[in-house]
């Protein structure tokens, strides 16, 4: 029973316009109307039916009033139900999609902001072969959280949504698609083992001036420095006063992470070398840099900066 649903929904796919039209992607918010919510009668509403007819035939054969009463009583409930799991769905709204990071091969977590004027109940979201279902209180929103498969590194837009509810009686079935203009950006995946990235020098550059125990310069003094810092012989020869500074090198070099130096290598190979190298420096709370074709990213750390590292790789043609 559930193929022959599918293939009638396939079938009116096809041949109805306007459910051809709400298949091209739309930009959000995307509310429901009466003009793209359809409703088909589940497997268990045929079965009802079928026995309501059994009943009436029943009925009208015996000329039994009760009988004939029943069965208009559950008639009627069943339309009522149809014109509920339409109302279930009618005015509806997504508001906006938010999307969470994810490496290729992994799934990528997408947040559904819905919100409605009215209460709603059992309302169920399709995506792939998983199933969500929620619930909305009037003048509020509801978060629905999903799982996107994917398969491959850059911008990856995003499928069609399939929403869809059955209460009360679960007779009928009212349900709409939902198509958002939306892109995720999927990082790439991380190449399992190869040699370590490369640290830069500890030149003159990348020292880091603090009071340690060997000079580096004198400076100008500033008001919190110590006397005994003060350079009073320097200072007697200039018109203001000049402090001693100490420097010594990083406890951690930075890494410098380039494109450049991978050149034996194919450009998904480079990718992949450069996204372990990140999680490396991620993971060991490295100062690192990042040089790729076209974007030169400057030293830093922290998730912030592992985002923008890795979204400027996932972004590489």
């Known amino acids: 029973m559930p193929d022959l649903l599918q293939r009638l929904q396939r079938w009116a796919e096809r041949r109805l316009p306007a459910l051809t039209r709400y298949r091209r992607p739309e930009s959000l918010p995307i509310e429901l109307h009466r003009r793209r919510i359809y409703i088909v009668p589940t497997g268990f509403g045929l079965g009802f039916s079928v026995l309501l007819l059994v009943m009436l035939v029943g009925a009208l054969n015996y000329a039994n009033n009760a009988a004939l009463l029943l069965t208009c009583l559950l008639g009627a409930a069943s339309a009522a139900s149809m014109l509920v799991a339409f109302r279930s769905l009618d005015g509806l709204r997504l508001g906006h999609i938010r999307a969470g990071h994810a490496v290729a091969g992994?799934?990528?977590?997408?947040?559904?902001?819905?919100?409605?004027?009215?209460?709603?109940?059992?309302i169920r979201v399709d995506l792939g072969d998983s199933t969500t279902a929620f619930a909305l209180d009037g003048h509020a929103s509801a978060l629905v959280k999903l799982a996107l498969p994917?398969?491959?590194?850059?911008?990856?837009?995003?499928?069609?949504?399939?929403?869809?509810?059955?209460?009360?009686?679960?007779?009928?079935?009212?349900?709409?698609?939902?198509?958002?203009?939306?892109?995720?950006?999927?990082?790439?995946?991380?190449?399992?083992?190869?040699?370590?990235?490369?640290?830069r020098a500890d030149d003159a550059r990348h020292m880091r001036l603090h009071r340690g125990d060997e000079l580096a310069a004198l400076r100008d003094y500033r008001a919190g420095d110590p006397q005994r810092h003060v350079a009073w012989k320097a200072s007697a020869r200039h018109e203001s006063l000049l402090v001693k500074d100490f420097e010594q090198p990083q406890s951690h070099p930075q890494w410098q992470l380039d494109w450049r130096q991978l050149g034996g290598l194919d450009n998904e190979a480079r990718i992949a070398r450069l996204a372990r190298w990140l999680n490396e420096a991620q993971a060991q709370r490295r100062h690192y840099s990042l040089w790729l074709p076209g974007n030169e990213i400057p030293g830093g750390s922290g998730p912030l900066h592992y985002a923008r590292c890795m979204n400027a790789l996932a972004q590489l043609p």
């Open 106 to 122: 992994q799934s990528l977590e997408l947040t559904l902001a819905f919100d409605s004027r009215r209460p709603r109940n059992a």
């Open 150 to 199: 994917t398969a491959r590194r850059g911008w990856q837009p995003l499928p069609r949504l399939r929403v869809w509810s059955s209460w009360p009686l679960g007779l009928f079935r009212a349900w709409s698609w939902l198509h958002p203009e939306q892109s995720v950006l999927v990082w790439p995946r991380a190449e399992s083992a190869g040699p370590p990235p490369h640290a």
